[in-house]
């Protein structure tokens, strides 16, 4: 049993799509990360939330504490987006990740 | 982009071998931590420290150890390599528990035990 559930596994878009990848789960957090890994597997970190909204370029990230959910939007999808997401909860002080959504932008 | 190394990136051993990964970090981060990514499953925790000399145990430890001797290296051993260790392994760090703090990535070393 996993206690981090991301959908879906997999999406295609269009150049210029508006996308959103959602993680739900299961315990109490303090915290929800979101992670970007490239096709050559590095993982860099795009937002750390604990409530609310956070915006960096294109990239949204809302998190409804309260339902145990979290989406992650990326307005005007471009190529370069091609990657995994990972969403990553702290119940305690350690991540616990979702398997990932695979994300390819056709051109 | 963090400075943290992992050496080597691709390693292939039999059966049986003693293995040992190295995270290398120039951040000075107090926390430094070990996963394995195997398909069908999200990252999963094998080791952590939180400190020169202080160390714990993650959900899939067994099989492996770990040694900080120095802030900046953390190591993963297979003492006895077997088929199911097979997997890419990633070392992190990070300044604080990632609790309220984001953490950052080595690139990843593929282990593969045949």
């Known amino acids: 049993k996993n206690e981090v559930e991301q959908s879906p596994q997999n999406l295609t878009a269009q150049e210029g799509e508006f996308i959103t990848i959602n993680c739900s789960y299961s315990?109490?957090?303090?915290?929800l990360h979101w992670l970007q890994q490239h096709p050559g597997g590095g993982i860099v970190s795009l937002f750390m939330l604990s409530s609310g909204k956070k915006k960096h370029g294109r990239l949204i990230a809302t998190i409804n504490i309260q339902e145990k959910h979290s989406s992650l939007h990326i307005t005007a999808s471009h190529p370069r987006d091609s990657a995994v997401y990972i969403c990553a909860v702290v119940p305690g002080n350690q991540f616990y990740f979702g398997t990932g959504t695979s994300l390819t932008v056709i051109p | 982009d963090a400075g943290i190394t992992q050496s080597p990136r691709h390693k292939v051993t039999e059966t049986g071998t003693p293995v040992t990964l190295r995270c290398h970090q120039t951040?000075?981060?107090?926390?430094m931590y070990w996963y394995r990514q195997d398909p069908g499953h999200g990252l999963r925790l094998i080791h952590y420290?939180?400190?020169?000399?202080?160390?714990d145990k993650g959900e899939v430890s067994d099989g492996y150890s770990v040694s900080r001797s120095k802030t900046e290296d953390f190591l993963l051993t297979l003492e006895s390599a077997t088929s199911s260790q097979t997997s890419v392994y990633f070392c992190?760090?990070?300044?604080?528990?990632?609790?309220?703090?984001?953490?950052?990535f080595g690139q990843g070393t593929r282990l593969t035990v045949v």
């Open positions: 951040e000075n981060h107090r926390y």
């Open positions: 315990v109490g957090i303090s915290a």
């Open positions: 420290s939180y400190g020169v000399k202080d160390t």
């Open positions: 992190a760090i990070s300044e604080r528990p990632v609790l309220n703090t984001e953490a950052f």
